[in-house]
């Protein structure tokens, strides 16, 4: 018995495709309420202090990171199953759940500079400063290049992060996904304080320089990344499914 | 366009699938034939589900070997798209429309007919614009048929679909079923309790009893080998003598006893000269005798030894 068959999509493409539609409906969210938030704020401020020399944009740099990071937590929670039963392998899920989170994790840092270089140019346009007060290693004096790099490296770690999260709840459960937050979620923690090092000189071994910060950032997040990355695969990759929903 | 076979055949090699403690199957060895409408049947825990999740690469097995058309299925990029296993009403996205969920399963499934799911989604009264999680036990129940049907899997794995169902709704699922299936033949297994109603469409039987297999038969063939023996209690007594006795009931002097096995060259002439009476055992008569618990004590492997 023979019948034609028509191709199907890629199921890396087909899931990523509808992964990115669902993360891009939330970033839609995200940053619409985050921009009136900042807008209002800002307003706010002015209103009080009758100028507004700190970056009000930067404070919503913890919600950008753990609201999408959340949001990989549900990806895995939401959609591995029904990846799978829908007839295509973990392996494809794998594929398409880090693309697109890492998609997601460059495309926030994008936005969240777009909206703190608009933020710095109405500051500058009305004579106040942009003093950024995050820990972070970016300031108001450094340029959109240096502030993408080194959101996108933290944005990337976080939503890898989640995805990682959501597996290990998948794979050992409510009390096993709790206690492995600290390695789960403690390479994103530590990410976010390595910029405290530009505070710290170790003669000899660490001068404080700006692109050393950057570098030490951008590689100790690069490497986290893949070795979450590469976790979040080895568990989806093996992961038994139980068998009524 | 290339050309695939439309039907695949199973295979489960000495399949051991443990949870913990839980045996859910023992050493299951059992050979689905491609082409077939299956009945998987048994009880309650009984390893039904973990069987077919085993078939759709939810799980692997603990021990042994899972075929589908001759491959493990387990991350098996040929073989998944041409296994669909819809358990009560299916893995969906449950916050999506069912118009998304369509164009999400159809997009992963190579064979999907989207006449075929307009058909029955008419068929069920099935809103496109609802989510599931918005839709009743049947309703959902009946999108999981959509979706199990229009994806004309060659290996399509139903799995209690038909909860929440109302008669009339299960009726027109069976007929369904059958109308694809004649016009796009492929392998079909379908489990559920509602046998008397699923009896009709079966062609082969697999009975699961407590993780082992108690029968794997062609449907005729069971049906064949079950006879109720009805007279008085003597002479039925008499007659099943040295004969697998399933179960018997007595009212009065009167007692009618079922048992199992083919009637020999001589036995319908020799129960009319006792003025005993030989009738039929509908399907789900003979699975209740043969999955009763005080038969089936570790009966299992004795039975499917003798089966096949």
Redesign the interface.
């Given at each position: 018995m023979t019948t034609t068959v028509t191709t199907r999509p890629s199921p890396t493409a087909h899931t990523a495709r509808r992964l990115g539609e669902a993360l891009l409906t939330m970033a839609g969210v995200f940053w619409a309420i985050a921009v009136v938030a900042v807008v209002i704020a800002t307003l706010v401020a002015w209103r009080v202090a009758g100028s507004v020399d700190v970056s009000i944009a930067v404070y919503a740099r913890q919600a950008a990171i753990w609201f999408p990071f959340s949001l990989g937590i549900l990806v895995v929670a939401a959609y591995l199953r029904v990846h799978i039963a829908s007839g295509m392998t973990r392996r494809t899920f794998v594929r398409a759940a880090l693309l697109v989170e890492v998609a997601a994790g460059v495309g926030y840092a994008a936005v969240f500079t777009a909206v703190a270089l608009l933020e710095r140019a109405i500051h500058d346009a009305l004579g106040w400063e942009s003093v950024m007060t995050e820990i972070q290693l970016a300031d108001e004096s450094t340029s959109a290049g240096v502030m993408l790099l080194e959101l996108a490296v933290t944005f990337v770690v976080a939503n890898l992060s989640g995805l990682l999260v959501g597996a290990v709840f998948h794979r050992y459960g409510a009390w096993g996904g709790m206690l492995s937050l600290p390695l789960t979620v403690g390479p994103l923690v530590l990410l976010l304080y390595i910029p405290g090092a530009r505070f710290v000189d170790l003669p000899g071994i660490w001068t404080t320089t700006p692109a050393g910060h950057l570098a030490l950032a951008v590689t100790v997040g690069t490497v986290l990344a893949g070795a979450m990355a590469a976790v979040f695969a080895a568990i989806v990759l093996r992961l038994q499914l139980p068998p009524a929903p | 366009?290339?050309?695939?076979?439309?039907?695949w055949g199973v295979e489960l090699q000495h399949v051991t699938q443990r949870y913990g403690d839980v045996t859910?199957l023992d050493d299951v060895t059992l050979t689905i034939r491609a082409?077939t409408i299956t009945g998987l049947l048994g009880r309650n825990g009984s390893g039904k589900?973990?069987m077919?999740?085993l078939l759709?690469?939810?799980?692997?097995p603990t021990a042994g070997r899972v075929l589908v058309d001759g491959e493990e299925p387990w991350?098996?990029?040929r073989v998944?798209?041409?296994?669909?296993?819809v358990?009560?009403?299916?893995?969906?996205?449950?916050?999506y429309s069912l118009k998304d969920n369509l164009a999400?399963?159809s997009?992963?499934?190579?064979?999907f007919s989207h006449e075929l799911a307009g058909e029955l989604l008419d068929l069920f009264e099935l809103d496109l614009q609802r989510k599931p999680s918005k839709l009743s036990r049947g309703k959902k129940s009946a999108f999981g048929i959509v979706v199990g049907l229009a994806?004309r899997?060659q290996l399509t794995i139903l799995d209690e679909v038909h909860l929440g169902l109302d008669a009339p709704s299960r009726y027109a699922f069976y007929d369904a079923l059958l109308a694809d299936y004649a016009e796009?033949?492929r392998t079909i297994v379908l489990s559920s309790h509602l046998i008397d109603e699923i009896e009709r469409l079966l062609e082969e039987v697999v009975v699961l009893d407590r993780g082992r297999v108690l029968v794997t038969q062609d449907v005729e063939g069971l049906r064949a080998e079950g006879v109720s023996v009805t007279g008085p209690a003597a002479a039925v007594a008499d007659f099943v003598a040295g004969r697998d006795v399933l179960a018997t009931q007595r009212l009065g002097g009167t007692t009618q006893t079922t048992v199992r096995g083919a009637l020999l060259e001589g036995d319908v002439r020799r129960a009319r000269e006792a003025g005993l009476e030989l009738g039929p055992v509908p399907l789900q008569d003979l699975f209740v005798h043969l999955t009763d618990p005080g038969r089936t004590g570790g009966a299992g492997a004795d039975v499917q030894g003798a089966d096949r």
């Open positions: - | 366009m290339t050309a695939a076979t439309t039907a859910a082409g589900s973990t077919g999740s759709a690469a939810f799980r692997r991350e098996n990029e998944v798209p041409g296994v669909c296993f358990r009560e009403s299916g893995d969906v996205l449950d916050d999400y399963f997009g992963a499934r190579p064979w994806s899997a796009h033949p």
